[in-house]
């Protein structure tokens, strides 16, 4: 048998003022308006608005009109009665409308939840801001009885008890697992409804209460229940109210859930139910909502033949997918020509990658390229192709002299600093002073070579802005070449992430991707010079005793 509700409640009244002169109160009293505002103190603010709607409850049954905090501001929602207040907020709209509603009675309490665990409450009764009556009660029981308690204390301050202490015959107790007192026929208890997944829109007995999980008093009994949430089954029952509890409801999936892959990833797919589309997607997809039924994936995208597969969708459960297309591929060829028409050897390099010698062929997927020759003494060329599934895309590019005479083998003019470069840097390394001798005393086509620069040396950074020529670092802009003028510009970029296989030069270069001396020394520091660091892109100085690769230029 179900124990009654606040069985294992013990009560200990510390004081009790009723209303003063007062012989008892009459049960139906519709003339009285009593405000009562959400309980305070060591409780949540739900469980504070809980306490104050079953106090408000418990007087409305005995006839007296009793608004709380919410019931007001729910008012505050409605146009018509929130354009007649001049209040900025909600609380201080409350307030003005306890006074509008001839709220003259007020009921109001404080809860402090002892070291021992027990609870004491604190309930005042004023009538227009004079103390009418009070209680304190020290109780023993659950968090989730205190409602009832407070509403028995309002009733017993207010007058209304017909006598006695909080055990007067609405409350019951248990003492010793005997009970003493009554269980009250109309009585009310918290029950929590929760749902799997949570947000479930909550219905009882036909009225929308809100969103699980929620909590509310619900009288004992037996009540229809119904749950609806966008995607899951909706779930209808009855329960039968005994006491405080919580309700626990799990829905079931209305839908299924679809994982699909393709080698390689990141294709078009398209999903179709029969021939009408449902989506396009791109791979890889995780857990794509369906409804139950059957459906056609197929592969959407250009570059590959149409791969498709049927697969069934199964409410509650998770299917998958796996398409391997077949690409379609055509060939490119390139040839290369000087302004003679004679051929060229010249590497070719495609959407950035290198492909090797002219003239191929090359196998590629069907689309539009970016194509690129190159070779030595020459300007690169550049043209776009188009490759179709099983053609043969054809280019002939014509190749301009880097120089008016063109370049000797181990050279290179670059166009855009106009300087001529020592394409292979010499074999060994070796310290500022010998660079500096070596690259005079170079006989490479003709001899005439120096060791460059810093600004000539930072002509050849490629891919690092702020180190280029034109660049923010201040190192010899302005004739400045003091260790001072270097600042966090100077400092490069992200290491072997240059555009020449990680190198921060042209691709023409070869040689070591490290540090190459300049010719420039740091004018206020002795015995340092400057230096550029193809890795990193970076500018900075050094000692001359230390060896460094050797680049020349003229």
């Given amino acids: ?205 036909g009225a929308a209460k809100g969103e699980t999980p929620f909590s509310d008093y619900v009288r004992g009994g037996s009540h229809r229940i119904r749950m609806t949430k966008a995607k899951y089954e909706t779930k209808e029952g009855m329960v039968v109210v005994k006491g405080n509890s919580t309700e626990r409801w799990k829905l079931s999936a209305a839908i299924g859930w679809l994982d699909i892959g393709t080698v390689p990833s990141g294709l078009a797919v398209r999903v179709l139910k029969g021939e009408r589309p449902v989506t396009q997607v791109t791979t890889p997809v995780s857990s794509l909502e369906l409804e139950p039924g059957s459906y056609v994936v197929e592969t959407a995208d250009d570059g590959y033949f149409v791969k498709r597969e049927v697969v069934s969708v199964e409410k509650g459960k998770t299917s998958g997918v796996a398409l391997t297309p077949v690409a379609k591929e055509g060939f490119l060829k390139v040839k290369a020509f000087d302004e003679a028409k004679r051929a060229v050897a010249a590497e070719v390099w495609v959407g950035g990658v290198k492909m090797g010698q002219v003239p191929g062929p090359w196998k590629l997927m069907v689309g539009t390229y970016d194509v690129e020759v190159k070779a030595q003494g020459y300007e690169a060329g550049k043209q776009r192709a188009t490759v179709e599934a099983g053609e043969t895309a054809e280019l002939a590019v014509t190749m301009e002299k880097g120089g008016a005479a063109g370049m000797a083998e181990g050279t290179w003019r670059d166009p855009k600093s106009g300087l001529t470069w020592q394409v292979t840097p010499t074999g060994s390394t070796m310290p500022w002073k010998n660079a500096k001798s070596h690259c005079a005393s170079l ?74 001396w300049s010719s420039s020394p740091v004018e206020d520091r002795d015995f340092y010079a400057w230096f550029v660091h193809s890795y990193s892109g970076r500018v900075n100085g050094d000692v001359v005793g230390p060896e460094g690769h050797v680049r020349c230029v003229r």
Wanted: aromatic residues 6%; negative net charge.
């Fill in 443 to 516: 006989k490479l086509d003709g001899g005439g070579w120096h060791l460059p620069t810093i600004g000539e040396l930072r002509t050849l950074i490629r891919g690092c802005p702020a180190t280029e020529a034109d660049g923010s670092c201040n190192i010899e802009k302005g004739g400045c070449l003091r260790w001072s003028c270097r600042d966090g510009a100077c400092g490069g970029c992200s290491g072997n992430a240059g555009p020449a296989d990680g190198c921060y030069w042209p691709d023409e270069m070869q040689g070591p991707c490290s540090w190459y």
């Fill in 1 to 205: 048998m179900a124990r009654p509700m606040f069985a294992r409640c013990l009560f200990w009244t510390l004081c009790v003022i009723g209303p003063r002169g007062s012989t008892g109160a009459s049960s139906q009293e519709p003339d009285r308006k009593v405000y009562v505002p959400n309980f305070t103190g060591d409780i949540g603010d739900k469980m504070g608005e809980l306490i104050a709607a079953k106090v408000r409850a418990t007087l409305v049954e005995r006839g007296i009109q009793a608004f709380t905090y919410r019931n007001l501001a729910d008012q505050l929602k409605q146009e018509e009665t929130k354009s007649k207040l001049r209040c900025d907020d909600e609380t201080s709209c409350v307030e003005e409308l306890v006074s509008s509603f001839g709220l003259a009675e007020r009921v109001f309490g404080h809860v402090t939840r002892l070291e021992s665990g027990e609870y004491s409450l604190d309930l005042t009764w004023m009538v227009k801001s004079k103390t009418k009556g009070s209680a304190v009660e020290v109780v023993t029981c659950a968090e989730g009885d205190l409602p009832q308690v407070a509403a028995t204390m309002a009733l017993q301050i207010l007058g209304l008890a017909g006598g006695g202490s909080v055990g007067g015959g609405v409350i019951p107790m248990v003492e010793d697992e005997k009970v003493v007192g009554v269980v009250a026929p109309d009585a009310e208890y918290l029950v929590t409804f929760e749902s799997d997944p949570a947000g479930s829109l909550l219905e009882l007995d």
